[in-house]
């Protein structure tokens, strides 16, 4: 029996970065053996132990074999009979399929650590095509790593889309990966990856109609509305933004994709024309409450938070009460947040400052310097409730009005010079 640090954990240690977890593979070993060593078994669907004092994953060396369509069309063999390289050959990457023995020997049949240099993504064998969950993983490591695709990898994830292997992903496992992706410090690359394989048509087919649809340049130097969104998303990891954040960077502007030709480049509407699509990505993905919600609000609002200074003061509490600013003042925020990534993700305007945000916070905070249960005491020992809601809207009114009417004369004074 023979254990070995395999995978990840191997891949990070060579690349000079912190071993986060560490999974084990056992070979020479079966059931028996590792239960006799007082190991814990956890695999439902493979043959998976823990370790009974440090309590990491052992698993035993296993080959598969394709039986279905889908990520979960498998059968797996694991005996003594496995050897380390057939258990490395069935894993997805060059860079995944190394192992380290007990002495620090580094064992690497596929070339990992040349790949690992070279910076490139490259298949072990072509049974990558038998797990579609792969071309999402494929990409979200080269949102990671801004690695390249071996060209023969993403020939065969192209195939893989044609042969209609990423229809068959589940939406929790597609939002699984997504939202890995996401989080990575180059998810515009991810998106990028999955376009260029055809995978993003199949499988967020919203996001991929904005390629090619054409913005008012001096709006968008950028011009295409794909790229745009590109690099709102880039934008938003590059400000450190939240999962829920990110996401709705990734969508707030599908609403494009439904701009009637004849308008084009303009886009009057797209904020409402977005909504739909962006409710039918929700429900396909399966999204969390907290991302699909904050999705929703940033590109049915996004505009108008851009143009506070255009606004009345009734128009400002309106939307304050529509977006529920009162009550959840967190997410209106994020929301905020969002519109800065927004702003920010175009051609040459990185810095480009945004105090709309600040404003849009003042104004939330100066409605609520009304005393709501005050008012509305005084209005029920008058026997005047029902003027409640109308007297505290006047009373917010009355504090938003000198600041809106401030800030609207500041950005009088900037144009003029």
């Not at 240690?13 to 070979?27: E, F, H, Q, S, T």
């Not at 008012?216 to 709102?232: F, V």
């Not at 945004?354 to 020992?381: T, V």
Request: charged letters at 25%; a neutral charge; one cysteine or more.
């Amino acid at each position: 029996m023979q254990t070995y640090l395999v995978g990840g954990a191997v891949r990070d240690y060579l690349l000079g970065l912190p071993v986060k977890d560490r999974d084990w593979v056992v070979v020479g070993a079966d059931a028996q053996t590792m239960l006799a060593q007082g190991f814990q078994p956890v695999g439902k669907d493979f043959p998976v132990f823990l370790h009974p004092e440090t309590h990491e994953e052992y698993a035993l060396a296993r080959t598969e074999r394709k039986t279905a369509k889908g990520y979960a069309g498998f059968s797996f063999h694991a005996d003594k009979d496995v050897t380390l390289e057939q258990d490395l050959m069935r894993r997805d990457l060059t860079i995944n399929a190394m192992a380290q023995d007990a002495g620090g020997k580094i064992i690497d049949p596929f070339g990992g650590q040349r790949d690992l240099a070279a910076g490139i993504l490259r298949h072990v064998s072509p049974a990558f095509a038998e797990d579609p969950v792969r071309i999402l993983r494929t990409a979200r490591f080269a949102a990671r790593y801004r690695f390249e695709i071996a060209e023969e990898t993403i020939k065969l994830m192209r195939q893989m889309v044609e042969n209609g292997e990423a229809d068959a992903l589940v939406a929790e496992r597609v939002w699984q990966e997504l939202a890995k992706g996401l989080m990575e410090k180059n998810p515009r690359k991810m998106i990028e990856v999955l376009r260029e394989c055809g995978a993003l048509k199949v499988l967020l087919p919203e996001v991929n109609a904005l390629f090619g649809v054409p913005q008012r340049a001096d709006y968008h130097p950028e011009i295409d509305s794909g790229i745009h969104t590109l690099m709102t998303l880039q934008r938003a990891a590059d400000m450190g933004l939240s999962l829920p954040e990110r996401y709705a960077a990734l969508l707030h502007d599908l609403g494009k994709a439904k701009t009637p030709p004849d308008i084009l480049p303009r886009h009057h509407g797209h904020d409402l024309a977005g909504v739909e699509p962006v409710r039918e990505v929700n429900q396909r993905l399966r999204a969390p409450k907290h991302c699909a919600e904050l999705a929703e609000l940033v590109c049915r609002w996004h505009i108008i938070f851009h143009q506070v200074g255009q606004l009345k003061s009734q128009t400002i509490l309106n939307v304050l009460k529509k977006t529920d600013a009162f009550r959840r003042p967190e997410r209106f925020q994020t929301a905020l947040n969002v519109c800065i990534a927004d702003t920010q993700g175009r051609l040459n305007r990185e810095h480009t400052p945004y105090p709309q945000r600040a404003h849009w916070l003042a104004l939330l905070e100066a409605a609520n310097q009304a005393d709501s249960g005050k008012i509305a005491a005084e209005c029920r020992a008058q026997g005047k409730a029902h003027l409640i809601a109308e007297q505290i809207d006047r009373m917010r009114l009355a504090q938003i009005a000198p600041l809106q009417k401030a800030f609207q004369a500041a950005q009088d004074k900037t144009e003029k010079h």
